[in-house]
C-alpha cells in the first residue's frame, strides 16, 4: 500500500546549496524512516524516528517528525556530490513488520 | 547487522522464461522481504517470507507469478515465472534487524531486463 507522497519527485541543484524533501500521509504513523539509496545498490538506512515533533541531526541532514506523527521531512544543508541518490521514507504496518516505502525523491547534487 | 548476498546481479532474459533469484543472509532471520523496483520508481513489496510457511503476498501479486521459497532461516529463492517486458525490474531481498530496532537491511538488488 503506498500512502506515503514524497515531494518533489524529482530535484537536481548545484553543489553547496540547500533543499527540503517532505514525505506526507493521511494516517498516523508509530515511527518514520529514512533511507537513501545509490545506483546499484539496496536502500541503506539514515534514521528513524519516533516522537511526534522529533528532530535528529545526522551531520549536513537534518529530519524532522511532524507533531501529528503524520509527515516528515528531510533538510539537507550544503548539498554535495556525494548526497546524489534516491531518497526514501518508509513507515511499518501496525500490524506486522512489513515496512512500505513513499514514492521517493531523486536528488542529483551538481558539482 | 546482517549481509544479504542476493544471485544473480543482473540477467537478461526472453519473455516467457522464468527466471529465480536468491537471497543468502549471515545470520538467522524470522522473516525475509522481497521488493520490486520498477525503473525510476520507489520499492514496492511483493511479499513476506516466513520459514515454515507460505509466503503472505502483497495485493496485486500472486504465487503463481511470483514463487517463493524459505527453506531455512538464512535462505530464500523469489522466482519470476513466465516473464514479459513489464516484469523488467529490479527486485531486492531484505531482511528486519533482529536487534529491535526498525530497520531493514538489503541486497544489492537483482537487475532483470526481459526482452
Known amino acids: 500500500t503506498q500512502l506515503l507522497k514524497q515531494s518533489p519527485q524529482f530535484l537536481s541543484i548545484q553543489e553547496g546549496e540547500n533543499l527540503t524533501v517532505y514525505c506526507n500521509s493521511s494516517?498516523?504513523?508509530?515511527?518514520l524512516q529514512w533511507y537513501r539509496q545509490e545506483p546499484g545498490e539496496g536502500p541503506v538506512l539514515l534514521v528513524t524516528v519516533v516522537t511526534g515533533g522529533e528532530v535528529k541531526k545526522l551531520k549536513r541532514l537534518t529530519f524532522q517528525f511532524g507533531d501529528a506523527r503524520k509527515d516528515s521531512s528531510l533538510h539537507i544543508t550544503a548539498a554535495q556530490p556525494g548526497d546524489t541518490g534516491l531518497y526514501l521514507c518508509?513507515?511499518?504496518?501496525?500490524?506486522?513488520?512489513?515496512?512500505?516505502f513513499g514514492t521517493g525523491t531523486s536528488l542529483t547534487v551538481i558539482p | 547487522s546482517a549481509v544479504i548476498s542476493q544471485k544473480p546481479s543482473r540477467d537478461i532474459c526472453q519473455r516467457g522464461t522464468s527466471l529465480t533469484i536468491q537471497c543468502q543472509v549471515d545470520?538467522?532471520?524470522?522473516?525475509m522481504f522481497w521488493y520490486r523496483q520498477q525503473p525510476g520508481q520507489s520499492l514496492t513489496l511483493i511479499a513476506t517470507a516466513n520459514q515454515g510457511s507460505e509466503a503472505t503476498y502483497e495485493s496485486g501479486f500472486v504465487i503463481d507469478k511470483f514463487p517463493i521459497s524459505r527453506p531455512n532461516l538464512t535462505f530464500s529463492t523469489l522466482t519470476v515465472s513466465n516473464m514479459s517486458p513489464e516484469d523488467s525490474s529490479i527486485y531486492l531481498c531484505?531482511?528486519?534487524?533482529?536487534?529491535?530496532?526498525?530497520?531493514?537491511?538489503f541486497g544489492s538488488g537483482t537487475q532483470l531486463s526481459v526482452l
Open positions: 494516517s498516523v504513523f508509530s515511527s
Open positions: 518508509a513507515r511499518s504496518q501496525n500490524t506486522g513488520n512489513q515496512f512500505y
Open positions: 545470520s538467522q532471520v524470522t522473516m
Open positions: 531484505s531482511v528486519e534487524d533482529t536487534g529491535g530496532n526498525e530497520k531493514l537491511f
